[in-house]
């Protein structure tokens, strides 16, 4: 269907919004109206701008408080609307969204309601001119869509139909089943906006918190679908006010938006890209650092061995189990400090994955590759981190792995598939920028096919950050999208790679054993486990001895261990036992505040 | 009375928190669980860390859930608390704070929860630790104080007593009439907090928008007048979980927090610090830059005249009726281009308004002054500009400016007095350090007594950001407090200073004729102006011609305009009608938006 977007959504001026929307490749926009009035052109320079940019002009909005039981204000109303209409002319915009009126005067009579849309429709006829009626869930006296949709019936006038908003709808906890009782060609427009789930004023969330559809708590997607279903073949058109978009880049944004309303589309059952293919587990995790020495030593003491050097790159292979790490001493630059750089995805069909990648608007990325190397697509992360798509050891395919000669020189003790050892890869821990977390959590989902956790608040010594996981179905590709607390220069926190043991308590003696440095833990923490549950003898000391964090849900329990931090870096040892299902978010706060005092102590120690 | 703070107010660990608290000026704290658990040091290192800096800890909390219905619950949370205790002794805290359950689990019985209370209290008692029992507003089946208090009562156990917290009592609407009807030696403990009025989740309300006493919309003052007439003798303390203050400077945001605590003593009527000298108006704005010839064009072609030469410092004064304007060629440093640097505030005792100043807390700036000038006190406002308390031309008192000498080189057409022209300053506009504007608004409340008006959220092309002024009764001084939408490099947008006229027509033109140049606002800014409003023949072409802004309220009209911008500040031309009590708040989106237009012209001109 034609994809529209209103210029409210994104940041800038409305040059600039338009210029972002053609790039993204939307068909139309919706004109907000105090974006024209405040924007440097005029209305007829604006309509050239958009041809130009291959844009119709889909709807201006929003014409308030029309409706009233005072003659007089319903006749500046009108005064009102000619001179909007006359506009609309100028801009070339043929339909106008009359939102239903917040103000104590509006009337409670809907025959006197549907009078006077019927007389403004029968003005703006008059101009070629449409009127889309749409109750906001605040309105004063009409608020839900089927009573908009009972006055536009009654008003019966072919210039006037009804708005259906997404948020309104959905955020009143209205049954959108109605929906396909009205007749597709009276739903002149279908605006679509999502949001988090959230006990608040319906105002508030609605101008500060909409997202893009599959960014949110709402079945937007299956309220598209009851619209088409009724006949409606107008544009799907996203409507957002968000705080964070109005800050961020709108090229970005406008693309973000592009791939909700293609995913949403899928999920609607309007139109079918290329299936998702969904990864089974991290293939390889890339370290970049321009000096690998201290991540060398720390991955030894973890166990690791190295197996392999790639054979054009100064590139080396790490293996313990089916925990597989790459040291890359090249492109460090990009980030300050060793950092996370590149994963890679096991997935059954990486033709297939590019191919849903490209068409979700994923940024494919060239491939850098001597003619020997194995082919290896790969897609950008909205955070910059790469992602391959991989299929490891399978034989009839091409194998990563062949790109690397074999090392001999594992050291004692480690290498793959050492008894008590790490065995793969648990998860991996990216912070987001901050413009980008939304954008985030609708990219792994709808280019990867992973189903996103609920969003979670912790505390972390100088501030709330937000954490978000993604996850297969089966739990083998787990990955953790943070979030700092503000734009700035706390972006750049830690990410981290988790790795999987069946035995922690053995694994992380034998880190202390090789010389490795577990994060000091806080006795006081121990004290609180300690009231908290009712350990056997012995064990908690155990934990207290090895610096190991507790966790249980009512699934399992969950055991866990940190490294030092290495630049941007640091590893996790966990132990699920049944079938815990987090990430010990529990103790996080703990956690940060470790981390923060070995920061303090190794600045002194410097 | 006694003042104490919770850890959780601020940012940072456990150790830093305490030395901020204690330089602040506080007595104790409540030591948040959380906080103790992730700290570095263990509770008797903490309580050592305490006593060197002269804290009490007058309370560990919070312990949850421990009323049950179930006996086997019941045995646990016994077993937690005898943990707690434990810690509480090596702590040296001998009062706990529980608070009300929030499990499905709680007891509906009042008896029984007594009953567990009872014995929760007989084994604390054993400790030589009492329990405080606070009601959540979101507990359970214990959710307003009187609930709590009877249960309290019913329990009659020496060691239990119940506390109030003005949160969770004014956020549920709670009457707090009933405090009084308490025993004042059974109110244990009392926490305050305020909060901005919103329409939301309470549990959410309270974890991220609590703000100090004075900063939200509670009479906080007023719940704590009736504590103390009930016989409460125990600290004023703090508690307040604010998502900013989590990122701000802890030492920064322990002073805010004494400053409100006197405050708030000050209006219940607790104590008597010395009262408030109102400011009159602006005695001067003082315009910092390294080159102030852009600033000398552009105050000339606004008809100001330079009326003075500051004897020893390289200072010009330029005068227009009662509108004074320094610009200061030294000292511009401090920010990046030309800026302004400091008020004169018109006050009718300086001596008496510095005294209170310092009794709030305000950093009482260093006089730097030549053996000749006239004394002069200023003040540090909390976004570094400095405050000076001046009396301009009464006989018998200093003047500031006597240390000006005359500059008989005003320019033709300008100068004090002059027909239609400038008559004074109406208000100033001060963009806020993103983390300190609720410190801003209670500063400018408590040490100038100035109101507060409502926050307002305005748009501009890159994201939204807030709004709050604050005036005297009379309005004759006003100053706009505006921050940007997060953290970061936005924080150093323009300020500016309005200017006062009488006929904004006839000033707008001769500024014109001056060869000064005037933001250009939009056409289509016009257009919808008279789409809303019903103009005289003539008015809107001459408001169009003029780029001239209109706005208006149910008090009167507001005629504005601006000037180009010269480093971060620029001038605003304003006539007031009638009782106009805004700023143009309206108009705000499309002056944003027309000075990033003019920025990128003036960008791609360079």
Redesign the interface.
Known sequence: MRKSIATVSL???LP?KLTAVAAAGFDGVEIF??D????????GDIRDRAADLGLTIDLYQPFRDFESTSEKALA?SL??AE??F??MEQLGADLLLVCSSTSPDAPEDDDLTAAQLRLLAERAGAHGIRIAYEALAWGRRVNTYDHAWRIVEAADHPALGTCLDSFHILSRGSDPGGIEDIPGEKIFFLQLADAPL????VL?WS??YRCFPGQGGFDVAGLAARAVRAGYRGPLSLEVFN?VF??ADAGRTAVDAMRSLLSLEESAGIASPPAPVVPSGVAFAELAAADTEPLRALLGALGFARTGRHTGKPVELWEQGEARVLLNAAGADRREGPALAALGLETPDPAAAVRRAESLLAPVLPRRRAPRDAQLDAVAAPDGTELFFCRTGRPGHPDWRTDFTDDPGAPDGGGPGAAHGVTRIDHVALTQP?HHFDEASLFYRSVLGLRPDESM?L?D????FRSRAVANSGGTLRIALNVA????GRETRPQHVALATGDIVATARRVRERGGALL?V????Y??L???Y?FPPGDLDTLRELDILYDRDEYGEFYHCYTATVGRVFFELVQRTGGYRGYGAANA??R???Q??AELRAGTAR
């Open positions: 940041s800038g001026s600039e109206e105090n024209l009035i405040a924007a440097p052109l005029g209305p500046g005064r009102r001179r909007k006359e506009v959230m006990a608040m004023d508030q101008r500060h705080d109005r800050q901050w608040d505390a010594p100088y501030g709330l607390p503000g734009p700035g000091p806080p006795g006081n923490y004290n609180d300690d009231a908290r009712d706060t703990v940060l505040a470790a923060h005092t």
